[in-house]
């Protein structure tokens, strides 16, 4: 299997267009976590799916952002309108079910940047 | 919040040398997972303790878990250049879903 997959891997938009960031997670993995790192704030969670169904979206920061999951091999996160703030490296993860979690296995990030 | 808390922030050793790093955490866990980043990429799994463990061993890394007071200790022998990396604990919350989150990290500089 390649990894997890994401794409693109560096976005530069302008304030206030929409962002589609998109996950392909490992074949056979549940789960699926979308993350945010930045310098001030870390590695934030900010949704989790189990068999494409999002348990956990306390992380999302605000309305703006939003996630999908329509089948096992695919996720999108969408942010719109985006702002400065957005800029950050976003993570996707997925791992195997297990009780009390699994090994997660990262993409390579994709690198938004909003200005 | 569930998320382990790395300590210190940042370690510079000379290679060869040994780092140890900490991590505490609040609650109960069912295990205790490291995980290192290098500079521009994603994080790499490095090694998971479960709950009843009290110490396991990887290559050159060597982990604890103290349950009683809530901690676990990542120490890496013998360290290298390549060593050079952030370092993370993830806690995952118990139950049947696991969400995973993780500390701020530990950015380790390993000198040549």
């Known amino acids: 299997d390649a990894g997890v997959i994401q794409s693109p891997r560096h976005e530069v938009t302008e304030m206030g267009q929409e962002v589609t960031l998109r996950c392909k997670p490992i074949?056979?993995?549940?789960?699926l976590f979308w993350y945010r790192q930045t310098m001030m704030r870390g590695l934030e969670l900010l949704i989790y799916?189990?068999?494409?169904?999002?348990?956990?979206d306390s992380g999302m920061p605000e309305d703006r952002f939003s996630a999908k999951m329509p089948n096992a091999s695919f996720s999108t996160l969408k942010i719109q309108p985006s702002e400065p703030r957005d800029s950050a490296v976003y993570f996707c993860?997925?791992?195997?079910?297990?009780?009390?979690?699994?090994?997660?296995?990262f993409g390579q990030g994709t690198r938004l940047t909003v200005v | 919040s569930q998320q382990g808390e790395e300590d210190p922030q940042a370690l510079s050793i000379q290679e060869g040398e040994n780092a140890t790093m900490n991590c505490s955490y609040k609650?109960?866990?069912?295990?205790l997972q490291w995980y290192r980043q290098n500079s521009g990429r994603g994080l790499v799994h490095l090694i998971l303790i479960r709950s009843n463990e009290r110490e396991k061993h990887s290559g050159r890394l060597r982990v604890t878990l103290d349950t009683s007071k809530k901690s676990s200790s990542l120490l890496i022998t013998a360290s290298r250049a390549a060593d050079t990396a952030s370092y993370f604990c993830?806690?995952?919350?118990?139950?049947?879903?696991?969400?995973?989150?993780f500390g701020k990290g530990i950015t380790l500089s390993v000198r040549p």
């Open positions: 993860a997925s791992s195997l079910p297990g009780q009390g979690g699994t090994e997660a296995f």
């Open positions: 993830a806690t995952p919350y118990t139950g049947a879903n696991s969400k995973l989150t």
């Open positions: 609650t109960s866990i069912n295990n």
């Open positions: 074949s056979g993995h549940d789960y």
């Open positions: 799916f189990n068999n494409n169904v999002p348990i956990d």
